[in-house]
């Protein structure tokens, strides 16, 4: 079946650094969607990717969707504590799915 | 609008119970699924509907069982919970106009453990 690998695992980083984390697949996907998940919550999108090399950036936060269709980034500048989280990408199939990566786990020191 | 709504949040079973996990939405949405999160795998596909009276299966569909019987509701039934089902469990909606967009609308989960 599809999936995505997504990496790194976690990250444990200093306040004001930047992170970067990717997506991979053997898969195409029409769309590629990066998701947060606080402790407690459900998943909230971060930024939505429809067509190969975009790129689209929210605030802090900067997402491209690859030229081949099978990978994406995100990067978060200037981390703050409330980045805490974990963070999903996940990549849609024509039928509307959404298949989700393992996760990257971001932990920010102060 | 409250949202997407999940009952309960906890529930603990012995091995062999069944149980009913709810979700509700109040946003009119035509797609409906739910999701099961593991630590290390993500989150995985169990069932989704399309519409009332349509579901399918997704990645990981065994034990579990749905029925759509009208828009907003869509429950999540174990008839026979294992302790592989330990899981929290997530039911997520989008409007199937708008399925494209890709954005799903997740409840809070529902931390189910099986003994």
């Known amino acids: 079946g599809q999936q995505l690998n997504q990496s790194p695992q976690s990250m444990f980083i200093q306040e004001g650094e930047d992170v970067s984390m990717n997506c991979t697949s053997s898969?195409?996907?029409?769309?590629w969607l990066w998701y947060k998940q606080d402790p407690g919550e459900g998943p909230v999108l971060l930024i939505a990717l429809y067509k190969a090399g975009e790129l689209t950036s929210n605030g802090r936060l900067t997402a491209q969707f690859g030229i081949t269709r099978k990978d994406s980034f995100l990067n978060i500048s200037a981390s703050i504590p409330s980045d805490v989280g974990i963070y999903f990408c996940?990549?849609?199939?024509?039928?509307?799915?959404?298949?989700f990566g393992q996760g990257t786990t971001l932990q920010v020191k102060p | 609008n409250a949202g997407v709504t999940q009952t309960p949040k906890f529930q603990v079973l012995k091995t062999g119970q069944s149980m009913t996990l709810q979700c509700a939405q109040d946003?009119?949405?035509?797609?409906m699924s739910w999701y099961r999160q593991d630590p290390g795998m993500g989150l995985r596909l169990i069932h989704y509907?399309?519409?009332?009276?349509?579901?399918d299966q997704g990645e990981v569909p065994n034990g579990y069982n749905v029925s759509r019987s009208t828009t907003e509701d869509f429950p999540l039934r174990l008839l026979s919970a294992a302790p592989s089902q330990t899981s929290v469990y997530f039911c997520?909606?989008?409007?199937?106009?708008?399925?494209?967009?890709?954005?799903?609308?997740f409840g809070e989960g529902s931390r189910l453990t099986v003994l």
């Open positions: 898969s195409i996907f029409n769309t």
């Open positions: 509907s399309v519409g009332a009276g349509i579901t």
């Open positions: 996940a990549g849609q199939v024509h039928t509307g799915k959404l298949i």
């Open positions: 997520a909606s989008n409007n199937a106009g708008q399925l494209n967009t890709g954005e799903l609308f």
């Open positions: 946003m009119n949405h035509e797609y």
